[in-house]
């Protein structure tokens, strides 16, 4: 037999061995697309959500009347309350857009302080493709604050 013939010979024994190395390759891709598109899916929920929750904190922190300002030193300070804090978040949460955001719930709305108002939402994450490497949804929650101050 000749060197081409052995040549030809030895390259027939090697067909097909790069097929089970591309059908490897292609799993392991289509996990880690799968996996990328719901962690990038889980952080724009987040964002979201706190987004919502720091317009609210900043709604809270406004919730003050002109009867509610003092002045404490020589500074003008608004005084808040937690009746009035939650009392303004529900109604910003009812007009804000909140479609896509599963379960939302007001988790906190107060002020600790009388000046800072705190603002503590939930929603459930669901992936956009449901895989057997990601859970089926998660309980996300974040907290924002706000505080007024009133310059002259």
């Known amino acids: 037999m000749s060197g081409a013939a ?4 030895a390259s027939r024994a090697d067909d097909g061995s790069i097929l089970p190395l ?6 392991l891709s289509l996990v880690v697309v ?5 962690a990038t899916s ?16 900043l709604v ?18 608004p005084r808040l309350t937690s009746a009035a ?21 007001l ?3 107060t002020t600790d302080d009388g000046s800072t108002a705190i ?12 895989t057997l490497f990601v859970p089926e949804g998660v309980r996300v929650e974040v907290t924002a604050q706000a505080r007024s101050a009133i310059r002259d």
Do not use: C, N, Q
């Open 34 to 38: 799968l996996l990328v598109t719901a």
């Open 42 to 57: 889980l952080y724009l929920e987040r964002k979201r959500l706190f987004t919502l929750a720091d317009g609210a904190a």
């Open 85 to 105: 804090v939650a009392r303004d978040v529900v109604a910003y949460l009812r007009e804000a857009p909140v479609d896509g955001l599963d379960e939302l719930t």
């Open 107 to 109: 988790v906190r709305a």
């Open 6 to 9: 052995r040549m030809h010979a």
């Open 119 to 130: 603002v503590s939402l939930a929603s459930y994450w669901r992936p956009p493709v449901v």
């Open 22 to 27: 591309i059908a490897g390759f292609a799993a």
């Open 60 to 77: 809270g922190a406004e919730s003050f009347t002109l009867a509610d300002v003092e002045l404490v030193g020589g500074d003008v300070r």
